[in-house]
């Protein structure tokens, strides 16, 4: 029985997903790790770093809840409501990807879009939520199209580029010396052998919201690499501070600009690890607010689902 209007479109709002308790971490990392249960190590490894962060809360459930409430409101202002509805896909925990798009056909949906809560295309992140989307829609009879990237669109640059310059601001006398540090997350380096658009799409990001926030000083560096015997893109944070140091470089403004929410990558691998690595050396290190249900984002992701849906490809 539809639930739902005959010509309303599926949103498929796709994000990480993060276990449910501490409990669910050993199911959510054997996900991460296609099946392959994680040694006990590398489990408490994970689980302290949660119990760091948190203690027992998982950010990205609630922020993910939230930028999928704020994203249907902002839907509903622009386009009436019921012109799109939205339901939440996530890679590595329930609701998964395939319960998103089932969930629409139960409604009656027969046409869909998606969009990942990451804005830089790589064939080894959004390329693979699509690929899961487009498989299950097609299974289920629904025509499916995908928001591909929408690093470049000029609300998410301005909204960042307004965290830039609030954050540097909070600097003091040291802002004319910060230098800002765009960060990613990084994939194995064999991306490069494919022509992945990742590492490009993530400069321009980093440039354009340089260029909006008036900083001349910056650079970029990755993060968070996993630890899968094979080699990830460099430098990692670690390095590039370190780095920054012997150059005489003693204040830096993180900006991550492929995370949207806070989570563990961000309220740990920068918060807690590239911080005290930081403070070690004296740099004063501090990091943007990040974008979580901005309004600024959410109208980025609107217009990026009604751009695909009146057949515009990108931004
Ligand atoms: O807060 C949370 O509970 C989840 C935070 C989280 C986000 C996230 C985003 C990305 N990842 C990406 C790629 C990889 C690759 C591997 C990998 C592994 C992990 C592990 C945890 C984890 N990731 Fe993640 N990622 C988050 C969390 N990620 C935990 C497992 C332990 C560890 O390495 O720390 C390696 C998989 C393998 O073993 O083969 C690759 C990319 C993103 C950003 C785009 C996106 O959001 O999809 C790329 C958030």
């Known amino acids: 029985m539809n639930k739902v209007g005959s010509k309303a479109i599926g949103v498929l709002v796709m994000s990480y997903g993060t276990p449910d308790s501490l409990d669910g971490i050993e199911a959510y990392y054997t996900h991460i790790r296609r099946g392959h249960p ?56 329930a609701p998964f990807i395939e319960d998103g798009v089932a969930a629409m056909a139960s409604d009656g949906i027969t046409e869909a879009i998606g969009i990942v809560l990451t804005p ?24 499916f199209k995908g928001v591909q990237e929408y690093h470049l669109h000029p609300e998410l640059i301005d909204a960042l580029s307004k965290r830039v310059t609030e954050a540097l601001d909070r600097f003091g006398e040291q802002r004319a010396d910060t230098l800002v540090l765009f960060s990613a997350h990084s994939l194995p380096a064999k991306i490069l052998e494919m022509n992945d658009p990742y590492a490009d799409q993530l400069l321009a990001t980093s440039a354009a919201i340089a260029k909006a926030a008036g900083v001349d000083k910056w650079q970029f560096t990755w993060q968070s690499a996993g630890q899968t015997g094979q080699p990830w893109l460099g430098p990692d944070i670690l390095e590039t501070l370190g780095n920054l140091k012997a150059e005489g470089v003693n204040s830096v403004l993180v900006t991550p600009v492929g995370f949207v929410s806070d989570h563990l990558e961000v309220l740990y691998d920068i918060d807690i690890e590239a911080k005290k690595f930081a403070d070690e050396r004296g740099i004063h290190l501090a990091r943007i607010r990040m974008l979580n249900d901005d309004p600024q984002y959410m109208a980025a992701l609107a217009d990026s689902v009604m751009g695909v849906r009146n057949g515009r490809t990108n931004v």
């Open 38 to 93: 994680p040694t006990a190590e590398q489990l408490k490894d994970l689980t302290d770093r949660y119990n760091t962060i948190v203690g027992g809360v998982f950010p990205l459930r609630e922020n993910t809840n939230g930028q999928v409430e704020a994203l249907q409101h902002t839907l509903d202002q622009l386009a009436g409501k019921g012109a799109y509805v939205c339901y939440q896909g996530l890679k590595h925990a």
């Open 120 to 143: 830089q295309y790589s064939a080894m992140s959004v390329g693979g939520y699509m690929k899961r989307a487009q498989e299950e829609a097609d299974k289920q009879g629904i025509v």
